[in-house]
């Protein structure tokens, strides 16, 4: 009886890569995922970041009126 699930789909290249690593990949598509994916978190970073800002300048210091 044959295993079910996709043909293409073999043990992971070593334990410690990614899991959708594929060896058909070439060093300059992995560098390009791996400085895809730095940018996308520097610039997850860079809104919450901003967002924080946002937060604590509209605030103006009306933290302690709370309303009770």
Known sequence: MSEVGPPDVGPPDSEFGPPDFKSSDTLAQAKARRLRSIA?????????????????????????????
């Open 40 to 68: 996308i978190a520097v610039a997850l970073g860079v809104f919450v970041i901003l967002v924080f800002i946002v937060t604590i300048v509209r605030m103006k210091g009306h933290v302690a009126d709370i309303g009770f």
